[in-house]
């Protein structure tokens, strides 16, 4: 089948596995991340002021993988908001599925709580350890660019952007709130009757300075007290910081956001800093009780000619309740090339923070885990957990992937790791197969696939068990086949485009299982549960052949195109003392919001202090009507989009 010039740049399928560097490297959405050697070789000149010039510094580091946050790189690619056009655009084609729903459907619970169709991703959950009932999620929201007012008459959805988004929930997770309801004519402002629970003081119209924000986490202390940790940053200018806000609840349960506290903040076009994750020591009688703890990626380049040059994993942390931080200091020893960090705290006090990197000379990438025992004044070399193998990226689908490790402590003080790698389809390796790393010579990724896997310490971090899988191996199921492709449309797809009229099967065989975005908690009674998606169903999927470039064309296609073969995911949960279920209603499909290309860097789950867990993802079963999107108004228009979505359960 040929496939048209602009769905090849805008919408290109990995019906076939790459398996090749060169090809993968071309093509936009393979943004796996993977640290090989820096090249010595003479590289050019990137223009290091602006994000896509660093993401375009980062591609073209020869013998060099490592990428940004997902989150990143499509803030890197997205278009500037544009002023209001003379009238209201009316969609000629919104793709969809009739195979996906319209609504999410209990016992899932959407968490955001807009109703104009802007997208969510990227999530993050917290449980007050003394109060089951209270919870607090976060997001990357896109709300503000879907506002319907004006900032001195310009759309507020031209000037908004990817935000730092919250959630709170006082009943076990069973409602949320809030909605943001900015006045017609807006002011930029920390109001919290106009954001709702948008984080304030970091963007612009939140009373910020950054244009963006957003990677998400949370935490709570043991004084009920919650912790936001995420980006800020400009798309078009170097400012850049990480940002902590405490949120403290009333006698009425309404939680309250406090200012930012900017760490590592910046306006050097040489340091970017990328993925921050908090966590706090809320156990009780811990020689620490109450400190913050944040790691973060610091990616830096060379000030003359913008050449990557490495990225280590940076912390600090706060005794004071996240007003002031510790002077950062890089943790991460050798391993230079990393990304992806996440700290937990262990029932002691201990520090773990855990994140994929690697040394100069590694073919493979590594888990790596370094350790505090004096509250983050100290740490210890960094420890392999395991060698892994990057992702390739799901098949048949076109959003990014990552092998960034996910973590938990236990009350006994054992502590859990969980990741994705790649493997090959019949034997597999779970502590890294250079055959299936798509950046080497001579690799079969076409016979790989990704696998969640986990790895367990009983001291303390010292040693760990052999990675193994989450999940037990299987075949995708084939659903909605088969189909009739498209006939030719005069000036749209033709039949040497595929559209001649065929019918289009079921791949035989389906193909594998892939796993992808690992979390992991552990409730007090020492349940471990493990989370993952987990590409489990293929179906047909209709692309765009030509339309209009984004945003519109994120919104409306000009002449349909044929379909192709759709990974669909599950979100699903493993108890490893028991049951494995899925906890999603219905099947997720990732095509939806941002041309395919971006679902989210990750998921989360969270435990209760009652032995409940909480997992939170990002969904796609849910229809909202679109008027305003990047500052181009819309007839209203209904479309599935990005929510975020949980479920309280126990196996």
Request: aromatic fraction near 12%; hydrophobic fraction near 35%; charge should be negative.
């Amino acid at each position: 089948m040929k496939i048209p010039s602009w769905f090849n740049q805008n919408r290109f399928t990995s019906i076939v596995r790459v398996a090749s560097a060169v090809t993968l490297i071309s093509a936009a959405a393979a943004m796996a991340f993977v640290a090989v050697r820096p090249s010595t070789a003479a590289a050019p000149r990137y223009d290091i002021n602006t994000l896509a010039g660093k993401v375009a510094s980062l591609r073209g580091t020869a013998g060099l993988q490592i990428r940004f946050s997902a989150f990143l790189e499509q803030e890197a690619e997205e278009p500037e908001g544009n002023p209001n056009p003379p009238t209201a655009i009316t969609p000629i084609h919104v793709l969809s599925s009739p195979l996906d729903g319209t609504t999410i459907v209990a016992p899932d619970v959407l968490v955001n709580r807009d109703t104009a169709g802007a997208p969510q991703n990227e999530t993050a959950i917290a449980v007050d350890p003394n109060n089951p009932l209270r919870i607090v999620g976060g997001a990357n929201d896109y709300v503000t660019r879907t506002w319907p007012c004006t900032v001195n008459g310009t759309p507020c959805s031209a000037l908004g952007d990817g935000y730092s988004g919250t959630y709170y929930s006082n009943n076990a997770g069973s409602s949320w709130c809030c909605n943001s309801n900015p006045n017609a004519d807006y002011t930029p402002t920390t109001d919290p009757a106009q954001i709702g629970t948008l984080i304030p003081g970091v963007e612009r119209l939140v009373g910020g300075e950054y244009d963006a924000g957003g990677d998400p986490s949370v935490a709570f202390d043991s004084q009920h007290n919650v912790y936001y940790c995420g980006l800020g940053f400009n798309r078009t200018s170097p400012p850049n910081t990480v940002a902590v806000n405490k949120g403290t609840f009333d006698g009425s349960g309404n939680l309250t956001w406090g200012p930012p506290t900017f760490i590592n903040q910046t306006t050097a076009p040489s340091t970017l800093n990328d993925k921050s994750w908090i966590a706090v020591d809320s156990h009780s009688g811990s020689p620490f009780q109450d400190r913050v703890y944040v790691s973060w990626t610091r990616f830096i380049f060379n000030p003359h000619n913008g050449n990557y040059v490495q990225s280590p994993i940076f912390f600090v942390y706060s005794t004071d309740g996240g007003a002031t931080f510790s002077t950062p200091e890089n943790i991460s020893a050798n391993a230079h090339y990393s990304q992806g960090s996440h700290p937990v705290v262990g029932p002691d006090g201990t520090v773990y923070v855990f994140w994929d990197g690697s040394t100069r000379l590694a073919s493979l990438n590594s888990t790596y885990m370094a350790k505090s025992t004096d509250g983050g004044d100290t740490w210890s070399p960094p420890i392999q957990v395991s060698t892994l193998t990057e992702n390739a990226g799901v098949r048949d689908t076109v959003f990014r992937v990552n092998s960034y490790p996910a973590a938990a402590a236990a009350p006994n003080g054992d502590v859990y790791a969980t990741w994705a790698t790649e493997v090959d389809n019949t034997n597999p390796i779970y502590t890294g197969d250079e055959g299936c790393a798509f950046y080497l010579p001579g690799n079969h990724v076409d016979t790989c696939h990704s696998v969640a896997v986990y790895s367990k310490s009983t001291d303390s971090g010292q040693t760990w068990t052999d990675p193994a899988p989450v999940f037990a191996a299987g075949d995708r199921t084939a659903a909605g086949y088969p189909v009739t492709q498209p006939t030719p449309e005069p000036g749209g797809c033709q039949a040497a485009d595929g559209c001649d009229g065929s019918t289009f099967n079921a791949p035989s065989p389906t193909g594998p299982i892939e796993d992808v975005f690992p979390a992991a908690t552990v409730v007090p009674n020492g349940r471990v549960y493990l989370a993952a998606y987990r590409g489990t169903t293929v179906s047909p999927w209709q692309v765009c052949f030509s339309g209009p470039p984004p945003p519109v064309g994120r919104i409306t296609c000009d002449f349909l195109g044929p379909y192709i073969n759709n990974t669909r995911l599950d979100y699903v949960v493993r108890d490893l003392s028991g049951a494995t279920n899925p906890v999603n209603t219905q099947l997720i499909n990732t095509r939806y919001g941002f041309g395919g290309g971006f679902f989210g860097d990750y998921t989360d789950i969270a435990a209760g202090p009652n032995n409940f867990f909480h997992a939170f993802w990002t969904d796609s079963n849910n229809v909202q009507n679109v008027v305003w999107w990047y500052g181009f108004e819309f007839v209203p228009t209904a479309i599935h989009q990005q929510d975020v979505v949980t479920r309280r359960g126990n196996f």
